[in-house]
């Protein structure tokens, strides 16, 4: 009875959707979201004032309840009296349909995790940077580095352990994402947004079918649970 679910599972259309579309997600999520973490750490580094005040500015989405982050951002989307398609009209663009286009839906799904999750990486990261020691950036400056040189040769290679566990925990969480999807599109349109978590939900609460539910999770266990022995190989290494 448990292998037929699991026959059942892989004959579903959306199955396929689903993984091909949360692969999608976490890939645009670590264009987006693994860098911009990165770049706004960087910068935030360079200030000697209000730093503290930065911080907090940049960690306040994380501290904002899902649904508040998902209504703001619904209405930031809003085809008609929406935000972007506001200023949009300042420049004389034309309006989007963010939510309700095919092609556009999932990048706006990732920006809106990428705004509501990047405060705990980006305070990572700076707390990474203030662990370099200073010798390294002076002998840079000595040798007439510029601050791209700076960058390359010095911040990520000392950071080089630390980019790498984010990106494996980062490919972690947005591997279950959830609530942007259940939230904003529902998994529209034309099932574009459809992700693992969103369609094992449909599958144990709109369709009732735990068997169908149970092999999607079972499935998804193994696979975040390679991931998870991959970050633990690394960080045992590290040690």
């Known amino acids: 009875m448990g292998w037929e679910n699991y026959q059942r599972l892989f004959d579903d259309p959306l199955f396929a959707t689903a993984w091909t579309n949360t692969g999608y997600f976490t890939l645009l999520a670590l264009v987006f979201g693994f860098a911009a973490p990165f770049a706004v750490a960087v910068v935030l580094n ?3 004032h209000a730093r503290s005040y930065l911080r907090m500015t940049v960690y306040l989405p994380v501290m904002l309840p899902p649904i508040v982050t998902m209504l703001l951002w619904r209405w930031f989307y809003d085809p008609g009296p929406g935000l972007f398609n506001n200023v949009l009209e300042v420049f004389h663009l ?5 939510l309700e286009s095919e092609h556009l839906a999932m990048i706006s799904l990732v920006l809106v995790a990428t705004w509501a999750n990047m405060g705990t990486t980006t305070l990572i990261y700076l707390a990474a940077l203030g662990s370099i020691p200073g010798e390294l950036y002076e002998a840079a400056e000595l040798d007439g580095a510029s601050v791209r040189q700076r960058l390359r040769h010095v911040t990520i290679p000392q950071m080089r352990f630390i980019l790498m566990i984010t990106l494996l925990l980062q490919v972690i969480g947005t591997m279950q994402v959830f609530v942007e999807p259940f939230v904003l599109t529902g ?5 574009a947004t459809v992700t693992v978590l969103l369609l094992l939900y449909r599958y144990a609460f709109v369709y009732n079918d735990f068997g169908m539910a149970s092999a999607m999770s079972t499935l998804l266990f193994v ?3 390679l991931f998870a022995a991959l970050y633990l ?3 045992r290494s590290k040690g």
């Open 94 to 98: 034309p309006a989007q349909q963010w």
């Open 46 to 48: 360079e200030f000697r």
């Open 187 to 191: 998994g529209g349109p034309d099932d």
């Open 233 to 235: 190989r690394l960080t």
């Open 223 to 225: 696979v975040l649970g």
